[in-house]
């Protein structure tokens, strides 16, 4: 019997590893949570980043106003139940939460596809280009996105059309300006 060798680990060595395992786990948690708040606002702001180009490059090739337009469409308020839609070419409006909508076909993005991420359309409830230079057409302003724990990104859309996704001053989201042109 002296040559078999056992196998296998004893109650004691298990539990050690488990207790190792459990506190590693009670240690990543927060920052993972951080982490998916971070990409909630991240792909809200990057979202609504291609809209608007979408819109600017479609008002350009079929020279006509073209705009992505927010609901509900009280401005300078986050909301957290929120949907935007692009105008169909010649259309001054469209209500992204009418069912059928009448924004163009697969222009209609509903906040809950982005859960507890908030909205807050600061200047006007919809942003136009101009089919000239795809300028702004007065619809100049940042839409604001907050996911909580000071993770916010913002798009603005300067007065010659140019967007471009900032952070509000006080957010830690890096990576992205940080400077007064995103309030």
């Known amino acids: 019997m002296s040559g078999i060798r056992q196998r296998g680990m004893t109650l004691l060595e298990v539990i050690i590893v488990l207790i190792i395992a459990a506190i590693l786990a009670a240690i990543s948690v927060p920052a993972f949570s951080d982490l998916i708040l971070t990409q909630r606002a991240k792909g809200a702001a990057e979202g609504l980043t291609s809209a608007l180009q979408n819109a600017k490059a479609e008002a350009v090739k079929t020279n006509s106003i073209i705009s ?16 935007y839609g692009m105008t169909l070419t010649g259309s001054a409006t469209c209500d992204c939460t009418a069912s059928p909508t009448d924004c163009a076909t697969g222009s ?20 136009s280009f101009e089919p000239v230079r795809g300028g702004a ?10 996911a909580g ?3 916010d990104l913002g798009v603005r859309l300067s007065t010659i059309g140019r967007i471009s996704v900032c952070r509000p001053t006080g957010t830690n989201i890096a990576r992205y300006q940080d400077s007064g042109a995103c309030p």
């Open 68 to 83: 992505i337009v927010f609901k509900p469409s009280a401005t300078g308020t986050a909301h957290s139940s929120w949907c």
């Open 108 to 127: 209609v993005v509903d906040g809950d596809t982005y859960k507890d991420v908030t909205a807050n359309f600061n200047a006007s409830d919809l942003r």
């Open 137 to 146: 057409n007065g619809t100049q302003g940042t839409v604001v996105f907050a």
């Open 149 to 151: 724990n000071n993770k």
